[in-house]
Structures are given as C-alpha cells and as structure tokens.
C-alpha cells in the first residue's frame, strides 16, 4: 500500500514539473549535476508499454536507454501484474511504474499466479 501511494505522489510531482518546465535551454536535471546548456546530458524519460494477455506478454525483448524508466501494464485478457527483478518496479493490474535503472538485462516476470501457464510468462527488459 505504501509503495502504491509514494508511486502516484511520485507520478503527481513528474506530471507537476512537466508542467511548470518551460523553453529554456537549462533544465533542473541539468542544474543538478552540472551540465547547463549540456543537452547531451539532459536525462531522457523512457517508456515501456506492456500488454499481458493469458499467460504471454505481447514482446519478448523490450529496450530502453538507461535513466528514468516508466513501465505501463494493460491486461488485455485475464488478470496479471509484473515484477521487474532487480529493481523497485512491481505493477498489480493496469497501471504504471517508474524507476531508475542502470544499464543491463532485467527479467520481467507475471506476479499474480494466473493459471497454467504463469511459469512461462516472462520477458527480458534491455537497458543500454
């Protein structure tokens, strides 16, 4: 319960300060580390849209850059929720997550048993 509620005030602040971001060249993610006017350097927000059906999920691989990760689950059939091992992300039903991951291979996997072929519903996330 508590990492459903800090996931939407943490979603509420990302929506907010995209918002409130205007045209400038230099942006809080830049002040923070350093790199005004660096805009190589700007942090890029990716996204991961999942559907999950009975007992598949409708990729195998899913690649990302390194940084800000969101992941969106949709069920299209049946009732299923993820975990992404390694990392905070854990979605029950429809909804979204956001974390920071470093490069690597994660493993995405169904965590609501969800019939016979639960075992088999897994994914890989890349992260370069």
Same mark, same amino acid.
């Given at each position: 319960m508590k990492k459903r509620i800090i996931t939407i005030? =943490?979603?509420? +602040? /990302? +929506?907010l300060l995209a918002a409130c971001g205007g045209e400038e060249d230099i942006n809080s993610t830049d002040i923070q580390t350093g790199n005004a006017g660096n805009s190589e350097a700007n942090s890029v927000s990716e996204t991961v849209d999942l559907k999950a059906d009975n007992w598949d999920f409708d990729q195998d691989t899913y690649v /990302? =850059?390194?940084g800000e990760v969101t992941i969106n689950l949709s069920n299209e059939e049946g009732y299923h929720g993820i975990a992404v091992e390694g990392t905070d992300i854990e979605i029950e039903g429809d909804g979204s997550a956001t974390a =920071?991951?470093?490069p690597g291979e994660y493993t995405i996997y169904c965590n609501i048993p969800c019939g016979e072929g639960h075992d088999d519903m897994v994914a890989t996330l890349i992260v370069e």
């Open positions: 005030i =943490s979603m509420g +602040l /990302v +929506l /990302v =850059s390194a =920071s991951l470093e």
